[in-house]
């Protein structure tokens, strides 16, 4: 059996440190690195916490899966984000990071989820709506990055689609419309493994359809 590496603070050296971004040589035995792009700063990075603050750790940021429950049918609500890495605008689930003053929160995930309903889709979260946690925390790409994203999961009842709208959102996030998805589009785009307009789509993307057609979100 292969000896697990160890990561320790002082073998881990900064190569880029930004606002939003960092990238960490982490040096796991002598003459031997690995490199990890992070939200995170070096105190907090997710490879040098034990095991039970491993475990317990919030996610980076929270994915919003949003089904529309109208008399007619249910929809996925998703819209077209431009994803400056990819070039391009991606089919995507409204989606944001929880801030510094959430992260103090006892309920940290649901107050961030909340928000970003509103900021990215104009909708506000009500009493007559639904709200579950579907996981607490995936990991996006492991072989180069630390960031999670939590899953929650909305069912908004009736809504009232002339509010959707993406007004709220930062002036970096650029939108190119709402694509509201029945079960049979859902399915056609999880068989073509592509957006409507032939381009490739985030896991998140991939993980809302499959719940949305399962119907793993009714349960």
């Known amino acids: 059996m292969k000896q697990t590496p160890v990561i320790t603070k002082s073998r881990v050296e900064t190569l880029l440190e930004t606002r939003f971004l960092n990238v960490y040589d ?12 992070s939200r995170k700063k ?18 980076d940021a929270v994915t919003l899966n949003v089904i529309l429950r109208t008399q007619d049918e249910d ?5 077209y984000e431009y994803r400056y890495p990819a070039g391009h605008f991606l089919l995507s689930p409204p989606a944001g990071l929880i801030e510094k003053e959430e992260k103090e929160q006892e309920d940290a995930i649901f107050r961030t989820a909340v928000r970003e309903l509103f900021e990215e889709t104009g909708i506000r979260f009500s009493d007559r709506d639904e709200y579950r946690l579907l996981n607490p925390g995936l990991f996006s ?27 709220h959102t930062e002036e970096t996030e650029v939108f190119d419309g709402f694509c509201l998805l029945n079960r049979e589009e859902a399915m056609e785009c999880l068989r073509r493994g592509r957006d409507e307009r032939g381009n490739l789509y985030s896991i998140y993307t991939w993980q809302a359809l499959l719940v949305f057609v399962s119907g793993i979100w009714k349960q």
Do not use: C, K
């Not at 982490?26 to 792009?37: C, I, K, S, T, V």
């Not at 929809?75 to 819209?79: E, I, K, V, Y």
């Open 26 to 37: 982490l040096q796991y035995a002598e003459g031997r690195h690995y490199y990890d792009a």
């Open 42 to 59: 070096l105190g907090e990075l997710t490879a040098l916490l034990p095991d039970e603050e491993f475990r317990r750790m919030l996610p």
């Open 75 to 79: 929809r996925l609500l998703l819209f």
């Open 141 to 167: 790409s492991p072989g180069m990055t630390d960031e999670s994203n939590a899953v929650a999961l909305f069912v908004i009842h009736d809504p009232d689609l002339s509010v959707l709208s993406d007004q």
